[in-house]
Every structure is written in C-alpha cells, then in structure tokens.
C-alpha cells in the first residue's frame, strides 16, 4: 500500500525552466510533508518542508505547495539549473498518532536538467 | 556543524552473518533514525531512538535491531543475515522537538554474498 506516490518517474527540463515534481498521498492523518534531493551514493538532503495549516513555502529558489483537498503537493525549481539534477524524494509524517520520526517517502523522481 | 556520519561507508557479508552499523547524529539532536532503501521498496523506517529508548518501529523482522548510547550515537544490528538484507542503510538525526525534520547521512551500503 503506497501511502505517497509519485508517478512521474523521471523529468528532463531545460536550464533555466521551471521544473515540477509531484506527489500525492492517500492518508489523510498526513499533516507534515518534506522534501529530499538524493544524488548518487549520497542520503537524502532536505530542501524544504511545509505543514498542513499552510499551502504554500518559499525558499529561495525552491516552492512548495500543498493541495490537502486534492491530497497533492508539488515542489517548484525556479530556474533549474544542472546542478538540481538528481532523484527528489518527497516525504510525510503522521504528527497526531506520536509516529511524527516516521517518515514515508515517496519511489522518487529522477529530474535531469540539460544545458 | 558537522553533518550526520555513518560508518562503515561499505560492507560485504555472508548469508547467516551478522553485522554492526553505527551513527553519530548532528550536535544536539538526540533523535535517531533508521531507514532502509532498496530498488524494490525504496525507503522504509526502520525504528528511532531517543533517550536510549525506541520510540517507534516499522515493519521490519526481529533481526533488525538497534539502540542508543547516552551521547546520542547509535548502532543497529542485522543478525542471520538475508540476501535481501542487501540495502543502502540510511542513519538520519533530527531535533527531538522536530522529529519529523530530518537530517540524513551518506548511509552504509551493506552487500549480503
């Protein structure tokens, strides 16, 4: 049971584009969202997080928005650059049931940006 | 400030072995957490720790196992060793008061022969 999906796969955007990562989730106990940006044989680094009395965080290049009705988010790279090429992660915990250290990722999309 | 480390970076067993990993967090965060990440079923919780206790567990075999010391470093165990234990282990500490930001390690990438 996939509590947080995120079915794109894999995203090519130019340089200088906006890239869009999605995800959504199916539990509605979810009330705390993050997301990660993993290269190759390295953890995960957090980018950004947001919690579910807000619907949007701003963090320099990098936006979050959360759609609870619609039980989606989505992460905004403005501009991309080559450097944001990686597999980007999202993640949710469940604050109310004393379960908040429990993280539940997402399979990951693998975003490329080209020259 | 230091980030998460983990040690061993790499690891080669055999089927039946058991095998150590450990974790120190980033200063003054007293939450650690443990996560496995396969090809198959991506990242999944393991267990936390925080003052010395586990506080919450996922849906992992008896075999796993960890604890904490008293200067927040931690280790988990994998005992009787599984070809399917074959994972990059993922260590991350975070703020007891902000469990659910999480700062990750580079991970212990374990091969089961």
């Known amino acids: 049971d996939q509590q947080v999906k995120q079915n794109s796969p894999s995203l090519s955007v130019q340089e200088g584009r906006i890239s869009i990562l999605n995800c959504d989730y199916t539990?509605?106990?979810?009330?705390?969202f993050l997301w990660y940006k993993k290269y190759p044989a390295e953890g995960p680094t957090f980018l950004i997080s947001?919690?579910?009395?807000?619907d949007k965080n701003e963090d320099g290049r990098f936006t979050v928005f959360l759609n609870k009705s619609a039980k989606h988010l989505s992460l905004h790279i403005v501009p991309s650059q080559p450097g944001d090429s990686a597999v980007y992660f999202c993640?949710?915990?469940?604050?109310?049931?004393?379960?908040?250290?429990?993280?539940?990722f997402g399979t990951g999309t693998r975003l490329q940006v080209t020259l | 400030k230091a980030g998460v480390t983990q040690t061993p970076r790499y690891l080669i067993k055999t089927r039946g072995q058991q095998v150590t990993l450990s974790c120190s967090p980033i200063?003054?965060?007293?939450?650690v957490s443990w996560y496995q990440q396969t090809p198959g079923q991506g990242l999944q919780f393991l267990f936390e720790?925080?003052?010395?206790?586990?506080?919450n567990k996922g849906n992992f075999p008896g075999r796993f196992s960890g604890r904490q010391f008293s200067n927040s470093r931690s280790e988990m165990n994998v005992s009787t060793l599984e070809l399917g234990d074959s994972a990059l282990y993922l260590c991350?500490?975070?703020?007891?008061?902000?469990?659910?930001?999480?700062?990750f390690g580079p991970g212990t990438r374990l091969t089961v022969l």
């Open positions: 991350a500490s975070s703020l007891v008061e902000r469990r659910n930001e999480q700062f």
């Open positions: 539990n509605s106990m979810f009330d705390y």
């Open positions: 947001i919690s579910s009395i807000k």
């Open positions: 993640a949710a915990s469940d604050k109310g049931t004393g379960t908040a250290s429990k993280l539940t």
């Open positions: 200063s003054g965060h007293r939450s």
């Open positions: 720790y925080f003052s010395e206790t586990q506080r």
